[in-house]
């Protein structure tokens, strides 16, 4: 292990920094709790990059008394002012964090994770930050990959905390990862900083405060070169699960993910998992997934559990959550003329343009009758195409799109009926109304439309 001290600890932070972001002076949003760690987060980056790209955001959870909070917030203005500064406050509002806990059932410390990882990255995007910066550093590496071979967690989750990730449109950095608690503290010592320290640190209750004040001190006790032990368990855990080239994303190929040994299965499910759910992945859910790939010829198949659904169509496996399905069940936007791009939920978008290929829909505007809307799929849609009138669910079913995903197919629709389905995205095929029909001379005043997933 690569040792530090608070002199050279700029040159390297600065180095570190580069390497993770690609740039000198990144444009930068960080996490400041107040704590040792996200001042020195903090107060590291304003003697890195340009103080004018450096957002400092509090996110106030409420969940402590307000006299404290007060008091740490006050704190936190002073030094950011005495490091050239501004602090932005982010307030979660009353009872949020409980009302989420209750609503999920994980506890108050997931909740709030939930709430702070959204306020930060809607913060970001209005800041024009590419970039989230969490002061995570070298002991919570340690408490995090130790609490999970407590837990005897699969190999993917031994890997610890990533030094980067991408998380909706902005990349989060942890640029302190190798750097102990101890050197922080003497680095924000020799600046003469002053930290504040969170009451709920000592409260053992707390899984993560357990691990910290009492499991790890014991596990150190009787292993003296314990950061040496825990981190080649999660030296190993990379280098198993290297090699797997995989962007986060709710589908992926069935041919691909079958060609992974048993960690880079993993890696991609958990991938998938964390890009839409806010729960644990079961492992038993892993185990029926891949037994499904063992044996997998191209049948329609799908597996659930706890509120989610893979389901295997074709050549890509898909997962969608049952809680989003109300995103599709009321929605309805109207289409007109003049419309290039419509969003519509979780990333979908009906595009319109002047080229297109020979399987995407071509469409007069002036052939709609009345209003023109898109929406998802209702119970007794039907469809009038070349070979006679059919259910839109009979249709989307010979496309073979799984059961789950149907619901989720954009459909144009006039006054008239169902003019056009967008099935192609879950790997069936786009359709057209017969009425649609263009002659080859009308070609060329037509749009292709098409939907695409963002």
Same mark, same amino acid.
């Given at each position: 292990?690569?040792?530090?001290?608070?002199?050279?600890?700029?040159?390297?932070?600065?180095?570190?920094?580069?390497?993770?972001?690609?740039?000198?002076?990144?444009?930068?949003?960080?996490?400041?709790?107040?704590?040792?760690?996200?001042?020195?987060?903090?107060?590291?980056?304003?003697?890195?990059?340009?103080?004018?790209?450096?957002?400092?955001?509090?996110?106030?959870?409420?969940?402590? $008394?307000?006299?404290?909070?007060?008091?740490?917030?006050?704190?936190?203005?002073?030094?950011?002012?005495?490091?050239?500064?501004?602090?932005?406050?982010?307030?979660?509002?009353?009872?949020?964090?409980?009302?989420?806990?209750?609503?999920?059932?994980?506890?108050?410390?997931?909740?709030?994770?939930?709430?702070?990882?959204?306020?930060?990255?809607?913060?970001?995007?209005?800041?024009?930050?590419?970039?989230?910066?969490?002061?995570?550093?070298?002991?919570?590496?340690?408490?995090?990959?130790?609490?999970?071979?407590?837990?005897?967690?699969?190999?993917?989750?031994?890997?610890?905390?990533?030094?980067?990730?991408?998380?909706?449109?902005?990349?989060?950095?942890?640029?302190?990862?190798?750097?102990?608690?101890?050197?922080?503290?003497?680095?924000?010592?020799?600046?003469?900083?002053?930290?504040?320290?969170?009451?709920?640190?000592?409260?053992?209750?707390?899984?993560?405060?357990?691990?910290?004040?009492?499991?790890?001190?014991?596990?150190?006790?009787?292993?003296?070169?314990?950061?040496?032990?825990?981190?080649?368990?999660?030296?190993?855990?990379?280098?198993?699960?290297?090699?797997?080239?995989?962007?986060?994303?709710?589908?992926?190929?069935?041919?691909?993910?079958?060609?992974?040994?048993?960690?880079?299965?993993?890696?991609?499910?958990?991938? =998938?998992?964390?890009?839409?759910?806010?729960?644990?992945? *079961?492992?038993?859910?892993?185990?029926?997934?891949?037994?499904?790939?063992?044996?997998?010829?191209?049948?329609?198949?799908?597996?659930?559990?706890?509120?989610?659904?893979?389901?295997?169509?074709?050549?890509?496996?898909?997962?969608?959550?049952?809680?989003?399905?109300?995103?599709?069940?009321?929605?309805?936007?109207?289409?007109?003329?003049?419309?290039?791009?419509?969003?519509? *939920?979780?990333?979908?978008?009906?595009?319109?343009?002047?080229?297109?290929?020979?399987?995407?829909? +071509?469409?007069?505007?002036?052939?709609?009758?009345?209003?023109?809307?898109?929406?998802?799929?209702?119970?007794?849609?039907?469809?009038?195409?070349?070979?006679?009138?059919?259910?839109?669910?009979?249709?989307?079913?010979? =496309?073979?799109?799984?059961?789950?995903?149907?619901?989720?197919? $954009?459909?144009?629709?006039?006054?008239?009926?169902?003019?056009?389905?967008?099935?192609?995205?879950?790997?069936?095929?786009?359709?057209?109304?017969?009425?649609? +029909?263009?002659?080859?001379?009308?070609?060329?005043?037509?749009?292709?439309?098409?939907?695409?997933?963002?």
């Amino acid at each position: 292990m690569q040792n530090f001290n608070p002199l050279t600890i700029e040159k390297d932070f600065s180095e570190n920094l580069k390497a993770l972001t690609g740039t000198a002076n990144p444009r930068i949003l960080a996490a400041f709790s107040g704590g040792c760690d996200s001042l020195a987060l903090v107060a590291l980056l304003s003697k890195t990059i340009n103080k004018s790209d450096i957002v400092a955001v509090y996110v106030n959870h409420r969940l402590r $008394p307000e006299e404290e909070l007060e008091k740490e917030v006050q704190l936190n203005r002073e030094n950011c002012k005495k490091l050239g500064l501004e602090l932005v406050v982010s307030d979660l509002g009353k009872d949020a964090v409980q009302n989420l806990a209750k609503q999920r059932g994980n506890g108050l410390e997931e909740a709030a994770r939930i709430l702070r990882y959204k306020a930060l990255e809607v913060l970001a995007e209005n800041h024009n930050c590419p970039f989230i910066a969490t002061a995570h550093h070298l002991d919570d590496q340690l408490e995090t990959v130790y609490m999970r071979m407590l837990r005897n967690s699969p190999v993917t989750s031994l890997r610890g905390i990533s030094e980067k990730k991408k998380t909706g449109n902005v990349s989060l950095v942890r640029p302190l990862l190798k750097y102990s608690k101890n050197l922080l503290e003497s680095y924000l010592r020799n600046a003469g900083l002053q930290w504040s320290e969170d009451s709920t640190n000592t409260d053992n209750s707390i899984e993560r405060n357990r691990i910290r004040n009492i499991e790890l001190p014991r596990f150190a006790k009787e292993n003296p070169d314990y950061v040496e032990k825990i981190l080649k368990v999660r030296e190993n855990a990379v280098s198993e699960c290297s090699g797997v080239d995989f962007q986060e994303t709710d589908k992926v190929k069935i041919s691909s993910l079958k060609a992974l040994n048993k960690a880079g299965r993993m890696v991609v499910l958990f991938g =998938m998992w964390e890009h839409v759910m806010t729960t644990l992945l *079961p492992q038993t859910l892993i185990e029926r997934v891949n037994g499904v790939l063992d044996s997998y010829c191209g049948q329609e198949e799908t597996v659930s559990a706890n509120g989610a659904v893979f389901s295997f169509s074709q050549d890509t496996l898909f997962l969608t959550s049952i809680k989003d399905d109300c995103l599709f069940e009321n929605y309805c936007q109207e289409l007109e003329e003049n419309t290039v791009n419509l969003n519509l *939920p979780l990333n979908l978008r009906i595009s319109s343009n002047v080229a297109g290929d020979s399987k995407t829909l +071509r469409i007069r505007f002036s052939d709609f009758k009345g209003k023109v809307v898109v929406r998802f799929p209702h119970e007794g849609d039907r469809i009038t195409m070349a070979g006679g009138t059919k259910r839109l669910s009979r249709v989307l079913q010979d =496309m073979k799109i799984p059961p789950a995903l149907r619901k989720r197919v $954009p459909v144009i629709e006039d006054e008239n009926g169902i003019c056009a389905v967008f099935g192609r995205i879950y790997g069936g095929a786009d359709r057209l109304a017969a009425r649609f +029909r263009l002659e080859d001379e009308q070609r060329d005043t037509a749009l292709y439309y098409t939907c695409l997933i963002d």
